[in-house]
Nanobody, 124 residues
Framework: QVQLVESGGGLVQAGGSLRLSCVAS????????MGWFRQAPGKEREFVAR????????SYADSVKGRFTISRDNAKTTVYLQMNSLKPEDTAVYYC?????????????????WGQGTQVTVSS
């Protein structure tokens, strides 16, 4: 069992930065691939970024590539999402996710565990 708690959301102006954190409880954290999703009002939840259990491989949605960076610290059982050059269209609730399979983590159906979400609002 893995429990996920996100933090770090808030209100920021366009062009600004935020760093989201997701702290996991559970001894199997280091065996899970981790990801970030987001859901804007009136839209479906969408994949943002993923990282392997070792941190050696990452990938991103095209909409955030070059601006967002996912990383993890297994000793701290924490995964991060550094968000730079934020745009109003990045406004959403951001969710941390965990699954045993990095290859499928882009699909919500493959997610084993979800966090409760943290709100990010980017003003223009």
């Amino acid at each position: 069992q893995v429990q996920l708690v996100e933090s770090g959301g808030g209100l920021v102006q366009a062009g600004g930065s935020l760093r989201l954190s997701c702290v996991a409880s559970g001894r199997t954290f280091s065996r899970h691939a981790m990801g970030w999703f987001r859901q804007a009002p009136g839209k479906e939840r969408e994949f943002v970024a993923r990282i392997t259990w070792s941190g050696g491989l990452t990938s991103y949605a095209d909409s955030v590539k070059g601006r967002f960076t996912i990383s993890r610290d297994n000793a701290k059982t924490t995964v991060y999402l550094q968000m730079n050059s934020l745009k109003p269209e990045d406004t959403a609730v951001y969710y941390c996710a965990a699954t045993g399979d990095y290859a499928t983590i882009t699909s919500m159906r493959s997610i084993d565990y979800w966090g409760q979400g943290t709100q990010v609002t980017v003003s223009s």
